[in-house]
């Protein structure tokens, strides 16, 4: 495997891009059947987001990415579900920021993917013309006795709580995913269901980036999973409840996730967010200690 460098500086000595509008043309369009079926049950699982030639190339940016542990110093790698020391082998290793280390790092260019150009078009379809690149990451499931399910929850529950959010998250499946491997499983209609409801971290432990909404059972009652074929995707809403199963398959689980948002608007109050104040995480010590200073998208 070709070697890349490890930075030891924060962001301001990475490629950013100038401008976050897609290089290529959209080759899909949805119908209003799609985007009514979102609207209703606030995701929606596509079979064909990019083909298999562009799959191979992300998939092999993404596994030199992932085995260079590129953003560790900076709080962006870090073991999603345990409490991600150096010593143990990550559960679920998760990479803030792909396209900005990509770029950097190994020349990947997120901006003239199809990947982009096809998820941008998608989510200015559910969520209006004035959509914008919010941020990407991407979370590897490795086949291991070890692996673990990642909870149920929002992802707003991460995000800032002085914002309320119009946002799609869009996950790439840059293999074929099912149940057995972690594919993505939602609850219909659960984006509808109010404000962002109350989470905790994983095992109540502060010390995992990982949020799990609280009493999970009183919400997964109906739940949709959305196997796929390598270069599907699913899109959901930032309220949305969804899950993906541990890894019990014997090969690695990789899935990239560009996030658009629309109309954020500031709240007249801050919304409840204990979870992320009381989280004592070595992700934000180090993120402190670098200087990085980009919200985590
Ligand atoms: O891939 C996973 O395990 C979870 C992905 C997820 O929660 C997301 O992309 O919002
Ligand atoms: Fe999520």
């Known amino acids: ?135 990407d990451h991407a979370i590897l499931k490795p086949p291991s006795a070890n692996s673990l399910p990642t909870p149920w929850h929002q992802d707003e529950a991460y995000w800032d709580p002085t914002l309320s959010y119009e946002s799609v998250g869009v996950w790439v499946a840059l293999q074929p995913v099912s149940v057995e491997n972690g594919c993505m499983q939602f609850i219909p209609g659960s984006h509808r269901a109010g404000d962002v409801l109350p989470h905790h971290t994983q095992n109540n432990n502060p010390r995992i980036h990982g949020l799990e909404v609280d009493t999970p059972s009183e919400y997964t009652k109906e739940i949709v999973a959305c196997p796929l074929p390598s270069g599907g995707a699913t899109f959901h809403h930032c309220r949305t409840l969804h899950y993906t199963g541990a890894n019990a398959s014997a090969e690695p689980r990789r899935a990239y996730t560009l996030q658009f948002q629309c109309n954020t608007t500031k709240r007249e109050q801050p919304r409840l967010n204990t979870w992320n104040e009381t989280k004592t995480t070595d992700r934000e010590r180090r993120a402190k200690e670098s200087g990085w200073n980009l919200r985590a998208p």
């Open 1 to 135: 495997m070709e070697s890349v460098k490890n930075p030891h500086q924060a962001q301001d000595h990475f490629v950013l891009p100038e401008s976050n509008q897609p290089l290529k043309e959209p080759t899909i369009k949805l119908t209003s059947e799609q985007v009514d079926f979102f609207r209703t049950n606030g995701f929606l699982s596509i079979d064909h987001l990019i083909d298999e030639n562009e799959v191979t190339y992300i998939r092999d940016q993404y596994d030199k990415w992932f085995a260079a542990k590129l953003g560790r110093e900076h709080g962006n790698f870090f073991d999603l579900l345990s409490e991600d020391t150096d010593d143990r082998e990550a559960v679920a290793p998760q990479l803030l920021w792909p396209s900005i280390y990509g770029k950097t790092m190994t020349g990947f260019d997120l901006y003239s993917t199809q990947m982009y150009a096809n998820a941008y078009e998608i989510c200015k379809s559910l969520l209006g013309e004035a959509t914008e690149f919010k941020g």
